[in-house]
């Protein structure tokens, strides 16, 4: 098996102790030192993502996906109307999960390279919205958007908010009840950069209420019944256990040396790469960006090739884009256990390609 170096996002270029935990034996899960360790997970998320205190932590083995769609059913039926806002691939996947399930919804189709504004909110004003889907971070296109904004108009609206921070979180401040976020979904694999199949669902207690009245019509993903599993720190089905070991020594890593230091630390990498990109023949698109990713477009039709080239030449992954926008762009990760001159190696290897 070859070691790459992965500036990928989802799975990232693992920290050391991840890799140390990795290689010891899973340990059987239904006993109290577990439970200490899930409660403790719990409680380290909530602080982290800046949720209320008696906010419900879920922990569903599933990629994040899963977890989107877990959460729209779980929180919304079909006497509810949604507004999705779909900028890239990850909203289309908000929009197909309302479709599948027959959840009345209405889409804000964003352009390639349209900045979400305010306008493009107050369009559905007073349109009758219970609940509001956004991919902070779209990650297809690495737009940010305003989530501050975004809050106001549910909060004006009475609607509940449902964020797919997966992509964003630990990458880009975030603050989930002071910008009233009902739902917070986060995985594994992304800026806490640990193996995939884990993602968490942190819930705010107006939407623990709301679950009492909503039939999710699901044996695995039922909220209600992880609720309840939570209060003595275990999970209704078998979790990924190594993955929660995983998580326990992340978020202790973090919540030690500080979320502001480790967010200073990701934009750290995102600037410098940014800025070294003045040296060549691509451009970066000018809506307002997450710290978890750059998108690079080239002004030719070669992204596929380069990605292939550093693959197999180099050992080196950079995130592929797909569909059209896929042909001449690829994206570069800023989360994961990557230093400077990393970026500088992915330059100069950039530059070999281009010839210059
Ligand atoms: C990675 C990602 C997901 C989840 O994708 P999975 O492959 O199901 O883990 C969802 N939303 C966003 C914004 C993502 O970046």
Redesign the pocket.
């Known amino acids: 098996m070859i070691d790459y170096k992965l500036f990928t996002i989802?799975p990232a270029q693992m920290y050391a102790s991840t890799l140390e935990i990795r290689s010891h034996v899973v340990p059987y899960f239904r006993t109290a030192e577990f439970s200490q360790v899930m409660l403790d997970n719990a409680k380290l998320l909530k602080k982290l993502e800046g949720a209320e205190e008696n906010a419900e932590v879920i922990v569903l083995t599933a990629?994040?996906?899963?977890a989107?769609e877990a959460t729209v059913t779980n929180c919304f039926d079909c006497h509810d109307k949604l507004l999705v806002i779909c900028g890239g691939t990850?909203g289309e996947?908000f929009v197909k999960i309302c479709e599948i399930h027959g959840f009345p919804h209405e889409v804000i189709y964003l352009g390639e390279d349209e900045e979400l504004k305010g306008e493009h909110l107050e369009r559905f004003a007073d349109g009758g919205f219970t609940g509001l889907l956004v991919?902070i971070?779209?990650?297809y296109t690495g737009q940010l958007y305003d989530l501050h904004m975004i809050s106001e108009f549910c909060k004006r609206e009475g609607m509940y908010l449902i964020v797919?921070a997966?992509?964003s979180f630990l990458c880009d401040p975030y603050e989930a009840a002071a910008n009233y976020v009902d739902a917070t979904i986060v995985?594994s694999?992304?800026g806490l950069c640990l193996a995939?199949g884990l993602s968490l669902v942190t819930l705010s207690p107006r939407m623990v209420n709301r679950l009492n009245k909503i039939d999710p019509h699901s044996l695995y993903f039922d909220f209600k019944d992880y609720i309840l599993n939570m209060k003595r720190g275990q999970t209704p089905f078998t979790p990924a256990v190594g993955v929660c070991f995983e998580l326990n020594d992340m978020l202790h890593k973090i919540d030690r040396q500080g979320l502001d230091k480790r967010l200073s630390e990701v934009k750290a990498r995102c600037d410098y790469f940014r800025g070294l990109l003045n040296e060549l023949p691509v451009h970066i698109p000018s809506f307002p960006l997450s710290n978890a990713i750059t998108p690079v477009r080239f002004e030719k039709e070669i992204a596929k090739e380069f990605f292939e080239y550093l693959k197999n030449e180099k050992h080196v992954m950079v995130n592929p884009v797909g569909g059209e926008l896929g042909k001449r762009s690829i994206r570069v990760s800023h989360v994961g256990s990557l230093a400077l001159d990393d970026y500088d190696m992915l330059v100069r290897e950039m530059k070999e390609f281009f010839g210059i």
């Open positions: 989802g990629s994040g996906s899963g989107m990850f996947r991919n971070d779209e990650t797919d997966i992509s995985s694999q992304k995939p």
